[in-house]
């Protein structure tokens, strides 16, 4: 929805034509706050720059995009018409990922060139964008699109570095100097920059028909822009032919219409750490809603079975992949307030057959079961055996009644690709359903144009407990300032078998989480999920009844959001709205921190405060935590104290008269 009070204001220059020796060569574009502003040349080739008041913050940077038959767009082409706009207005997404209205103010400059296509660039307060536009009328074959992104000297990375471009894109961040990162090295997006006290986090928006960016090393200050080419044929992998693919690519990036705008390519810039989790650029350069009815689309938790692999105890029946065990999901769920239960991997009588189930499974009593309790179903299928026949599986799994899928190992980013994630998420919407991308890439505004579009991976989440001490205190409270810029994450949050680094151990079937209790409970206010997963046992959950009954308060979807002290990769304190209810969480690395919360974001009236902290024996045992109730107010400040690799979570309710 877009409010009645838009404004758009055009400059004189609009579709004005330049001709001759009068013809404008550089152009300077500002922030509404006029705080950042880029340069913009295109004498010869296109080139921009960004300062940040009147520190360099990217450094002249050029683009191209090679078309076959054409060449380089953007190299020599004579500029024919510019127009300057000013938009000012407010939104209220159908889904609430961060809050339940988002103001957009920027301004633009369009160029357009005598060979039918242009470039767009946008500034807003919190970061600029730029995207090539065609407006040519046949289909063309883009060769490559190419972009170097330079630096001031001496810019730092948290750098998501890949191995290969067939991937999960569960990345760490490897701290680095730009100029170390050797050509060849490269990253999947966003990634994060460092310029002196500026911060830059790089990434894609509005991506259609069109490959993932990467960014690629160049043993400078700068990178260069690197993509999967077209997939010229797929072959199944001896092994593990149902999810991994062998593959030949062509020697062009996309087929597409020459009549297109382009992906943005997206730098949200600040020199507040704590701008970087507030920013929606994202969502606000991509495409609008694309759906008719959005009511049926619901936020929610989810009861999670894969990590915990189905273990349930104290139960009279032999837990396992089978009715009971999902109807015992179903139970926690209900009992605990839980929208959903997903069936994940194991559901269906094989990973290819996706419309007959496990002989032990009768998913329609589950969805009867479910609904009888007000706890829906999403089942998990494998992305290419979805795709065989995605239109007719799609439409059986709303005729079964169930709310969702859960689509896994799509391992790519090709065009071929990237219109799979469209074409699933448009034809979910048909039947109603619910779609969670996991083993995939980040997002880049799918999800506003199709707000069924819930949640995605593309994170190194919980789930590599199972296998791993990766997800360390330092990688947890690193990801809402790169991965989450871009989008919510299915990180699954809610371990309760916690430990610190000096008695960690790895099992794959009853995984630990490095760092404390609270720092688990704490993503619960910091993760933007709008299918947010309890990823412990049922049976884990109910021994620990203090502990699931404060998860449980926690929504999945905010109706307004403020980071109030952060620290990018060492500390995190945010405070989130859902109705009269505001959720705060902490969460800090592996260095012990004191840290204040000031409550003036409460405004008039009394509240309760019920928190839930760091224990005083965390230091030692990370699952001890203390819960506390206090009285507060808009006046009042709290110190909060952080164990190394502690959290903590706190739910605010007004004060009953």
Partial sequence: MIHPHLVITHSALALTLLAGAAQAETFTLQSPDERLSVNIDVAQKVTWSVNLDDAPAIAPSTIGLTVKGLGDIASEAKLISVDRNEVNTRHSPAVKHKSADITEHYRELSLRFDNEFGVDFRVYDDGVAYRFVGEYSEPITVQDETMALNFPAGATTLFPEEESLISHYERLYVPSKVADITPGRFASLPAYIGVNDINIVFTEADLYDYPGMFLYGTGQDGFSAGFSNLVTEATPMA?????????????????????????????????????????????????????????????????????????????????????????????????????????????????????????????????????????EIILWALWGPLDQDYQNILKTYGEWGVAGIKTDFMQRSDQEMVNFYEKIAREAAKHELLVDFHGGFKPAGLRRAYPNVMSYEGVKGNENNKWSADVTPEHTVTLPFIRMVAGPMDFTPGALRNAHIANHHISHYRPVSLGTRAHQVAMYAVYESALQ????????????????????????????????????????????????????????????????????????????????????????????????TQAVQASDKLTINLASGGGWAGVIKPTEQ
């Fill in 533 to 628: 997963m309890l990823c412990e046992s049922p049976s884990t959950y109910r021994r620990e009844p203090k502990v699931t009954e404060f998860i449980s308060q926690f929504p999945a979807d905010w109706d307004e959001t403020h980071v109030l002290d952060a620290q990018i990769a060492d500390y995190i304190l945010v405070a989130r709205r859902n109705g009269d209810n505001w959720y705060i969480g902490a969460m800090t690395d592996d260095t012990a921190r004191t840290l204040t919360i000031d409550f003036s974001f409460l405004g008039e009236g009394k509240f309760t405060l019920t928190a839930l902290r760091d224990g005083i024996n965390t230091e030692h045992f990370a699952e001890d935590y203390k819960i506390e």
């Fill in 239 to 375: 092994g593990s032919e149902d999810r991994n693919q062998n593959l030949s690519f062509g020697d062009a990036i996309a087929q597409t219409q020459g009549d297109r705008h382009y992906p943005w390519r997206v730098a949200v810039i600040s020199d507040d750490d704590g701008a970087l989790v507030e920013s929606q650029l994202v969502w606000l350069l991509s495409r609008a809603n694309q759906l008719d009815d959005t009511s049926w689309i619901k936020p929610g938790r989810i009861a999670w079975d894969w990590y915990n692999a189905n273990n349930l105890f104290d139960v009279d029946f032999k837990s396992g992949i089978n009715t009971q065990t999902y109807k015992s999901y179903i139970d926690f769920a209900a009992d605990y307030g839980l929208e959903y239960v997903i069936l994940d991997e194991g559901w269906t009588k094989s990973t290819t057959n996706l419309l007959e189930m496990n002989p032990d499974i009768d998913v329609h009593e589950l969805v009867r079961y479910g609904q009888s309790k007000g706890v």
